[in-house]
């Protein structure tokens, strides 16, 4: 069993930069994979970044460049930081850690980018 719960969402400027962290408790070793997806107004929930099976980094390819996800040597903490954002950027940005018995997830933070 994991808990997800995200933090660090807000409003911000286009150009500007936010740091989202996930932070998890539980059996977070039971964890193989690792991510942020996120679900702007109208559209599927989708693919941001993840931490996959032996440690590879993949993102999507509108916030290559831009956006890192990087996590603790614990599997406690999962961050996404977010460089140049822009408006299309905005959604709610959820974390994900997959198990076993299949995904978890947490709660969201909206992150806002306007002018």
């Known amino acids: 069993q994991v808990q997800l719960v995200e933090s660090g969402g807000g409003l911000v400027r286009p150009g500007g930069s936010l740091r989202l962290s996930c932070a998890a408790s539980?059996?977070?070793?039971?964890?193989?994979?690792m991510g942020w997806y996120r679900q702007a107004p109208g559209k599927e929930r989708e693919l941001v970044a993840a931490?996959?099976?032996?440690?590879?980094?993949r993102y999507a390819d509108s916030v290559k460049g831009r956006f890192t996800i990087s996590r603790n040597k614990n599997y406690s903490m999962v961050s996404l930081q977010m460089n140049n954002l822009k408006p299309e950027d905005t959604a709610v940005y959820y974390c994900?850690?997959?198990?076993?018995?299949?995904?978890?997830w947490g709660q969201g933070t909206q992150v806002t980018v306007s002018s």
């Open positions: 994900r850690f997959n198990t076993p018995w299949g995904p978890t």
């Open positions: 539980g059996n977070v070793f039971s964890a193989n994979a």
């Open positions: 931490i996959v099976g032996g440690g590879i980094l």
